[in-house]
């Protein structure tokens, strides 16, 4: 299985490296191995690191039972924020740096303390926040048509790939990240709407899952994290010179404009 693991993280690398989507990874570790899968996703995060990335933070994915189904699985996954994918309000996605992409809307957060000890329940993970923005969260997948398993996704870094934060910064004890509510345009139109529901029943429920899944394996959310919680509506597919725009109850706007340049 490491030759198949070192195969999968080539596979990967190269097709970012190129822009050119490959062929699923899951031909190499099986479908069901999602070890596996993260052990990929750490050779390629490893990379990464040596060529003088930094973590920023984590992004959870499939959190909607619709996704988890359609995928065949019955539980989230997570991958790696680094701090080239934040794109910052007001400047352009820069396009050439994406495959496939869909955007989604989400509520992120950051911490103001370690989450390393305890339960790590949700009132543990909502105390641990300093606050909580808007985000739109661009994801991308390397493998080929969006052909993908459990163990494609997760390898991927669970199909990241760059996100923009909102600049409105709140507290959690001025809102319920479960009870917001979301409409995201896309060119103007009506594309993706939903509500902090639809994110594991409660964006910090989505939290609690994280913080004590990267403590397992061994590398626990620290003060200062990042963490993108997952979707609040189905994601919707963008283009070069695509503009798209979300607005979350109690968390305000934020938007992204997709540069026209070399597009992939």
């Keep these: 299985m490491t030759d198949a693991i070192e195969q999968a993280a080539r596979r990967l690398a190269a097709a970012t490296d190129s822009t050119t989507p490959c062929g699923p990874v899951r031909e190499l570790i099986g479908d069901t191995?999602?070890?596996?899968?993260?052990?990929?996703?750490?050779?390629?995060?490893?990379?990464?690191?040596?060529?003088?990335?930094?973590?920023?933070?984590?992004?959870?994915?499939?959190?909607?039972?619709?996704?988890?189904?359609?995928?065949?699985?019955?539980?989230?996954?997570?991958?790696?924020?680094?701090?080239?994918?934040?794109v910052p309000e007001g400047t352009d996605v820069p396009s050439e740096r994406l495959l496939q992409p869909k955007a989604e809307a989400e509520v992120a957060f950051v911490l103001d303390r370690?989450?390393?000890?305890?339960d790590l329940g949700v009132e543990d993970v909502r105390a641990a926040c300093a606050y909580a923005v808007a985000a739109l969260e661009i994801v991308d997948s390397r493998v080929r048509d969006w052909d993908i398993r459990i163990t494609d996704t997760v390898a991927d870094n669970a199909s990241s790939g760059l996100f923009v934060l909102g600049t409105r910064q709140v507290p959690l004890s001025r809102f319920e990240p479960a009870?917001?509510?979301?409409?995201?345009?896309?060119?103007?139109?009506?594309?993706?709407?939903?509500?902090?529901?639809?994110?594991?029943?409660?964006?910090?429920?989505?939290?609690?899952?994280?913080?004590?899944?990267?403590?397992?394996?061994?590398?626990?959310?620290?003060?200062?994290?990042?963490?993108?919680?997952?979707?609040l509506g189905p994601m919707?597919?963008?283009?070069?010179?695509?503009?798209?725009?979300?607005?979350?109850?109690?968390?305000?706007?934020?938007?992204?404009?997709?540069s026209t340049g070399e597009s992939a």
């Design 33 to 86: 191995d999602i070890a596996a899968a993260y052990a990929v996703q750490q050779r390629l995060t490893e990379q990464r690191l040596a060529g003088g990335a930094r973590i920023v933070g984590r992004k959870i994915g499939l959190t909607s039972p619709a996704v988890q189904q359609q995928i065949g699985v019955d539980r989230p996954d997570f991958g790696v924020l680094f701090d080239d994918m934040d």
């Design 114 to 118: 370690d989450l390393a000890d305890g």
């Design 179 to 231: 009870e917001v509510t979301m409409t995201l345009t896309h060119n103007g139109a009506p594309a993706s709407s939903g509500t902090g529901r639809a994110c594991l029943g409660d964006p910090l429920a989505a939290l609690s899952w994280l913080a004590r899944t990267a403590r397992e394996y061994g590398s626990p959310l620290r003060k200062g994290d990042i963490v993108l919680s997952g979707a």
């Design 236 to 258: 919707v597919a963008v283009a070069p010179g695509d503009t798209v725009v979300a607005e979350i109850s109690n968390l305000g706007r934020v938007s992204a404009t997709f």
